[in-house]
């Protein structure tokens, strides 16, 4: 079956540092994938996605490739701030061409990003 | 435009007592799904639901757990008799009535604890 995998968290950074958080999967299909963020106390929001590969995702300074070689789509950004603190999940969406597309999360990672 | 809500936020009962979550999804979005979210995981899908139809529901425990979207509009999620292992955030999400239509927009969710 599908899976996603991400690392573990939390993770902290100094505020203006670069961030990385590794995720890779695993799908039967050609996937489209996702991070969402859920910030404290509210649902998950998509954050950005990319639906074939070489696809690069983008929004609010956050990126990420869609590397089917590596079957990864790990999450960069270059200076993060201290309202980026929140838990990231990456997911991916699966299924027949114009059926259902199944979406499946990984764990989430908590960033914290202190002053 | 509205959000999807969820009621309650919070609610804490004892084991063995039933307990109902409620989720009004954005207006026009035929399809809504509700998730469990167990602590420090990524949410799993319980059931999924296409107006008033019930398309996928081979991850609801339907020994103790129950829903309805009676109107294909508002839903109600329901367990009955709770037991401590349900301690969890519900997360309903919806989406426009395309099946292939990739994101998902969350509800902030009702943090339920069992004691």
């Known amino acids: 079956g599908n899976s996603v995998t991400q690392m573990e968290g939390p993770v902290t950074l100094s505020e203006e540092a670069f961030l990385t958080i590794n995720c890779t999967y695993t799908a039967t299909g050609y996937p489209s994938l996702f991070w969402y963020v859920q910030y404290p106390g509210e649902g998950l929001q998509l954050l950005l996605k990319a639906t074939k590969a070489d696809d690069k995702g983008s929004n609010k300074g956050f990126e990420a490739t869609y590397r089917k070689e590596t079957t990864s789509f790990h999450l960069e950004k270059g200076s993060v701030q201290v309202s980026d603190s929140a838990v990231y999940f990456c997911a991916l969406s699966d299924g027949p061409s114009g059926g259902y597309q199944k979406v499946t999360f990984g764990t989430g990672t908590k960033l914290q990003v202190i002053p | 435009e509205a959000g999807v809500v969820q009621s309650p936020r919070y609610k804490i009962i004892e084991k063995k007592q039933p307990v109902a979550f409620w989720c009004n999804p954005i207006s026009g979005h035929n399809t809504l799904y509700w998730y469990r979210q167990n602590l420090g995981q990524g949410p799993e899908l319980l059931i999924r639901?296409?107006?008033?139809?019930?398309?996928?529901d081979s991850q609801l425990p339907k020994d103790r757990f129950s829903a309805e979207r009676l109107k294909g509009v508002d839903s109600t999620l329901k367990i009955q008799p709770a037991e401590l292992g349900d301690s969890a955030v519900y997360l309903c999400?919806?989406?426009?009535?395309?099946?292939?239509?990739?994101?998902?927009?969350f509800g902030p969710g009702t943090r339920l604890t069992v004691l």
């Open positions: 639901y296409e107006n008033e139809e019930a398309v996928d």
């Open positions: 999400a919806s989406t426009p009535g395309t099946p292939i239509y990739n994101e998902q927009f």
